[in-house]
């Protein structure tokens, strides 16, 4: 281990050269250090103040006040500034749009006047498409607000479905989008956000101009890119450098394979499974158009990631309660080591919750660079802890979950994985302690690390077994063969700990029913479900809830099967939950789905109808 760390740093160093040197040209360019304000804190390019205007490419004020403010070029308003990161991003409020959001006015309805440029891109994240279209334009589109007098919005769920013919005198409109997607989808201000959160990208033309050449980036002719006042010699003296250098990068380059060979040597046999090197493009696009924070802010947010706000301990990082400057209250998950294998975790989990939106799915707010000192994600906030602790907690014996909010725990959790596997992820880590819930007790699926994108034309992928003892797939252990049913065997766990309020394994249980599953299993084939079901839930005593449990327990019987090809699919799961729900339930149904359940048992054939009247009879 000792050596790899050699290794690491001694690639590091080399990887970062080209960057210490450009850090060493910036020392000598006079009067361009960065600089102090206010609440912002040192800053420096892309950003400078009005005193060194050469300096930077936006101008920062009031540093000397409370609040300071950005102008990005002469034609452009003031914004004020809420923060800004050291990875070029910051949150800024635009009055206007600020105004008539509150006021819910139709004037918000017009694209913002930030700036564009041949160096620098000003990216708005999260952001929502609209279509404003004049009253007697129609467009297919999921939702219509018309509350304007002379025109319409219109606008879809997610931005994958855009419409493709949008008629000419229908303009397209960009605005922020809140971070955490609102309830009420059909009135389009519960939308929008009235900060703006922007991305600045500056082009490398203009970078290389700004460090190498020390000149002004501008717009030049034809809208190309211009270095104005670019020294003459700049490019002499960067090959004057670099020669001068060459005898030292040649001995580190030596040093880099001589540690590669040494380490190949003594670790490969034992970790050549262990540890892959990252390509280079997926370290580029690593943040999936997230925005980024800096360790520091994060850092603070956390209290230095204080023992005390710490919400939870995973197999991958420890999860910390933070408060960011703007007041939201956030999740930060800091993943033990930043080794090669905790990037690719890290990169996972932002690739699959950057492409995916669902109510019972955890928001993704951002993350750290990849280059970070530590690796950290940042989630919304949720406050009620999770199932896990409701169902066998300290606070399980207080105030017990009732069975409506079991039912509606895994109604909602069944509609996430169903939403996933749709949109083909295995989540491949789902038990009770990945899901939360939030202060109105509904289910957000947390936890994507191990999650992984499952070709369409694919039958199955052959992957070494991840997952929590308790929950894993047995075809997937034995076979290694990793398929959506996967998923559903540990929803099958989930629906077993909803009925029984006892965690998957435990070894103070007798031997018998250390593992829940198996004791489940065990408990349904010989018609002894009552010993299983948790006293306070009113099993014995109330008719509808005795039918409705019957129903789930042999459910998750089905998907507790041995044989993945006798699960049903999650499609078929939500189905029966949401028919076990019904408000149309006859307790006379109730009483018979026992028997019911034991003939389909005695009769495979049978089981499948049995379940799929556990579902029409209560919509009949």
């Known amino acids: 281990m000792d050596s790899f760390r050699v290794l690491f740093s001694v690639v590091v160093m080399c990887s970062h050269f080209r960057f210490l040197k450009s850090l060493e040209e910036e020392a000598k360019r006079p009067g361009c250090a960065p600089f102090f304000c206010g609440a912002l804190g040192n800053i420096g390019f892309p950003f400078t103040n009005s005193t060194h205007p050469d300096c930077g490419l936006f101008i920062v004020g009031d540093c000397e006040r409370p609040t300071q403010k950005i102008k990005f070029n002469k034609a452009t308003e003031w914004y004020h500034i809420y923060s800004i990161s050291q990875s070029d991003s910051l949150t800024i409020i635009d009055q206007h749009l600020n105004k008539t959001v509150h006021n819910h006015s139709c004037t918000a309805f017009s694209n913002l006047s930030l700036p564009s ?37 219109y606008y879809n769920r997610t931005q994958d479905s855009l419409p493709k013919d ?130 520091k802010e994060l850092e603070k947010a956390t209290n230095h990631f204080d023992l005390n706000k710490e919400l939870g301990d995973g197999g991958f990082g420890t999860v910390y309660h933070g408060i960011l400057q703007d007041g939201r209250e956030v999740a930060v998950k800091r993943l033990y080591e930043n080794t090669f294998k905790r990037v690719k975790i890290f990169m996972n989990e932002i690739e699959i919750l950057t492409r995916l939106r669902h ?48 039912m509606t725990i895994a109604i909602e959790t069944a509609s996430a994985l169903a939403y996933l596997h749709a949109s083909d992820i295995i989540h491949r880590d789902v038990k009770t302690a990945n899901i939360l819930l939030d202060k109105n007790y509904t289910v957000k699926v947390a936890d994507f690390g191990l999650s992984r994108l499952f070709p369409s034309d694919a039958t199955h992928i052959t ?64 018609g002894s479900l009552s010993e299983l079901v ?35 699919n999650m499609e ?36 499948q109808l049995m379940l799929k009247s556990c579902s029409e009879h209560h919509l009949n």
């Open 463 to 526: 992957t070494a077994p991840q997952g929590t003892p308790g929950y894993l797939d047995p075809e997937y252990h034995f076979f290694y063969k990793l398929t959506g049913k996967s998923d559903v065997y540990s929803f099958g766990v989930v629906l077993i700990e909803l009925i029984s309020s006892m965690p998957p394994i435990d070894m103070k249980r007798q031997n018998n029913q250390i593992n829940l599953a198996n004791f489940a299993i065990s408990q349904i084939q010989s």
């Open 117 to 153: 440029s041949s160096f620098f891109t000003l990216k708005i994240t999260p952001s929502i498409t609209l279509f404003k279209c004049p009253s007697g334009v129609t467009l297919q589109s999921d939702f219509k607000y018309t509350n304007c007098p002379d025109f319409n919005i």
């Open 534 to 568: 948790d006293p306070a839930l009113g099993y014995t005593s109330d008719r509808a809830i005795r039918g409705m449990i019957n129903c789930v327990a042999e459910l998750s019987f089905r998907c507790l099967q041995q044989n993945s090809e006798m699960r049903p």
């Open 359 to 406: 109510k019972n799915l955890v928001t993704l707010y951002g993350c750290t660079s990849h280059l970070s000192r530590e690796l950290l994600l940042l989630y919304e906030y949720v406050p009620n802890g999770t199932v896990a602790y409701h169902l066998y907690g300290k606070h399980a014996r207080v105030n017990p979950l009732s069975w409506s909010t079991r």
């Open 166 to 295: 949008v008629p000419e005198n229908c303009s397209i409109i960009q605005l922020p989008r809140k971070f955490t997607p609102a309830v009420n989808t059909e009135d389009v201000f519960s939308l929008l956000r009235d900060s703006i959160y922007v991305n600045v990208e500056v082009s490398d033309d203009c970078t290389n101009c700004y460090y190498q050449q020390k000149g002004r980036c501008e717009d030049g002719v034809n809208g190309a890119f211009h270095c104005a006042g670019a020294a003459k010699d700049g490019r002499d003296t960067n090959l004057k450098l670099d020669l001068e250098l060459g005898s030292g990068i040649t001995a580190l380059i030596l040093m880099c394979i001589l540690t590669f060979f040494i380490w190949f040597y003594h670790k490969a046999k034992l970790q050549s499974s262990n540890i892959s090197a990252l390509d280079a493009s997926e370290l580029q696009s690593i943040n999936y158009g997230l925005p980024i924070f800096s360790y």
């Open 572 to 607: 078929e799961v939500l189905a029966v939950l949401q028919g076990s729900a019904s408000e149309k339930y006859e307790t006379q149904y109730a009483e018979d789905v026992t028997e019911e359940v034991m003939t389909a048992r005695k009769h495979p054939s049978l089981e």
